[in-house]
T-cell receptor, first 112, second 111 residues
Framework: ELKVEQNPLFLSMQEGKNYTIYCNYS?????LYWYRQDPGKSLESLFV?????AVKQEGRLMASLDTKARLSTLHITAAVHDLSATYFC????????????FGKGTKLSVKP | DTGVSQDPRHKITKRGQNVTFRCDPI?????LYWYRQTLGQGPEFLTY????????KSRLLSDRFSAERPKGSFSTLEIQRTEQGDSAMYLC?????????FGAGTRLSVL
């Protein structure tokens, strides 16, 4: 059974600080996704990581993938309040077209 | 707006009633997925379609749940004889192969 674990589940940061969210998954998967969810809203796609060593950056967020370690990281640089949200990682089950298995999410709160 | 559309956004019903939700995917996407999300959890897979064919169903999809995509375009998810445990956000996503794009969801409250 494919399992996806995120840590930490809750993260309170001060503006301007850096931090990393970790995502481990239990079996081989050929792609990994990061989504953002604001309270009461749907999921916004942030990154799709397709291969070992893939790194993608958008603004203050950078995601990387190590398929050998079955680990992805989401690094936050110089956090700002607007980044406060819940961040989910997910992997495909049963191939690249299969359903997604999500982690429990990391609730990020950035305080001034 | 050409994103994934879901209707209604909110549904309040009494236990034992039937409810139906609709999802309109992005028009060129042939795959459509349904997920359920409860408070504080990540979305959990329910079922998915490729065109009009329902290819997989999760064990979470009890016999009270049924999903259709009759013409390979929009999809409906029906829950019969609702229970309080069905209260959740029901999310629809569509894909053409490069990631899944989610709708705003239908929040169901069963009283």
């Amino acid at each position: 059974e494919l399992k996806v674990e995120q840590n930490p589940l809750f993260l309170s940061m001060q503006e301007g600080k850096n931090y990393t969210i970790y995502c481990n998954y239990s079996t081989t998967s050929d792609r990994l996704y990061w989504y953002r969810q604001d309270p009461g809203k749907s999921l916004e796609s942030l990154f799709v990581l397709l291969s070992n060593g893939a790194v993608k950056q958008e603004g203050r967020l950078m995601a990387s993938l190590d398929t050998k370690a079955r680990l992805s990281t989401l690094h936050i640089t110089a956090a700002v309040h607007d980044l406060s949200a819940t961040y989910f990682c997910a992997v495909n089950y049963g191939g690249s077209q299969g359903n997604l298995i999500f982690g429990k999410g990391t609730k990020l709160s950035v305080k001034p | 707006d050409t994103g994934v559309s879901q209707d209604p956004r909110h549904k309040i019903t009494k236990r034992g009633q039937n409810v139906t939700f609709r999802c309109d995917p992005i028009s060129e996407h042939n795959r459509l997925y349904w997920y359920r999300q409860t408070l504080g959890q990540g979305p959990e897979f329910l079922t998915y379609f490729q065109n009009e064919a329902q290819l997989e169903k999760s064990r979470l999809l009890s016999d009270r749940f049924s999903a259709e995509r009759p013409k390979g375009s929009f999809s409906t998810l029906e829950i019969q004889r609702t229970e309080q445990g069905d209260s959740a956000m029901y999310l629809c996503a569509s894909s053409s192969g490069q990631g899944q794009y989610f709708g705003a969801g239908t929040r169901l409250s069963v009283l």
